[in-house]
């Protein structure tokens, strides 16, 4: 069964360093996303992308983010300056078509990411 | 900004008896409902979904109920199985908004043998 693979599984950083998390999306897939988790909270949603670029994204989406689709298969999220606070597990989705009528994101295993 | 509630953060339920998981929704704009179940470690992985324009969909096990005048799901587990625990989490999206999901708090399900 196709999967979103995303790599690292952990990355362990210091506070100021940027940090870059990627994703394989599902090879046939058109929408991709980017959402975390905060330990014991619920899944946010932090953007999403369409045709090589952004089409929606959050509050926490700040300036210190940004995602690119470099290559065709790639998907990454880059975080320019790690804060404390941005220690959670980074998870990246994919999807076909938002007008086949099923909303249906796969999810990868997510990428956790620890900032000292 | 709480448009998807899971008010209920953990539920014990005996093996082979029915588990019931809820969730609450406030924009009307939802017009297509998801359950996810995650293990620890693990992403989110699609367990079943249902329209807006339907109050039911049932796959196996697993039953969502929609609710659109209460703005309510739930999803029924019959029977709970000790390999069904794990935190299941409600979410919704409106064609409008790009497929984004919005997900409630989820519920830490406990099967008991």
């Known amino acids: 069964e196709p999967e979103v693979t995303q790599t690292p599984s952990h990355q362990v950083t210091q506070m100021g360093q940027e940090v870059i998390l990627r994703c394989v999306p599902i090879?046939?897939?058109?929408?991709f996303y980017w959402y975390r988790q905060i330990l014991g909270q619920k899944v946010e949603f932090l953007v999403s992308?369409?045709?090589?670029?952004?089409?929606?994204k959050s509050e926490i989406f700040d300036d210190q983010f940004s995602v690119e689709r470099p290559d065709g298969s790639n998907f990454t999220l880059k975080i320019r300056s790690t804060k404390l606070e941005d220690s959670a597990m980074y998870f990246c989705?994919?999807?076909?078509?938002?007008?086949?009528?099923?909303?249906?994101?796969?999810f990868g295993a997510g990428s956790r990411l620890t900032v000292l | 900004d709480q448009q998807v509630k899971q008010n209920s953060p953990s539920l014990s339920v005996q093996e082979g008896r029915i588990s019931i998981l809820n969730c609450d929704y406030t924009?009307?704009?939802?017009?297509?409902f998801l359950w996810y179940k995650k293990y620890p470690a693990e992403g989110p992985t699609f367990l079943i979904s249902?329209?807006?324009?339907?109050d039911k969909n049932e796959d196996g096990r697993f039953t969502v109920f929609l609710n659109k005048s209460a703005k309510h799901l739930s999803l029924h587990i019959v029977p709970s199985q000790p390999g069904d625990s794990a935190v299941y989490f409600c979410?919704?999206?409106?064609?409008?908004?790009?497929?984004?999901?919005?997900f409630g708090q989820g519920t830490e399900l406990s099967v008991k043998p």
């Open positions: 989705a994919s999807r076909t078509d938002i007008s086949s009528g099923a909303n249906v994101l796969t």
């Open positions: 090879s046939n897939h058109l929408y």
């Open positions: 992308f369409y045709n090589n670029e952004i089409s929606e």
């Open positions: 924009n009307s704009m939802f017009d297509y």
């Open positions: 249902i329209s807006s324009i339907k």
């Open positions: 979410a919704a999206s409106a064609y409008n908004q790009g497929g984004k999901l919005i």
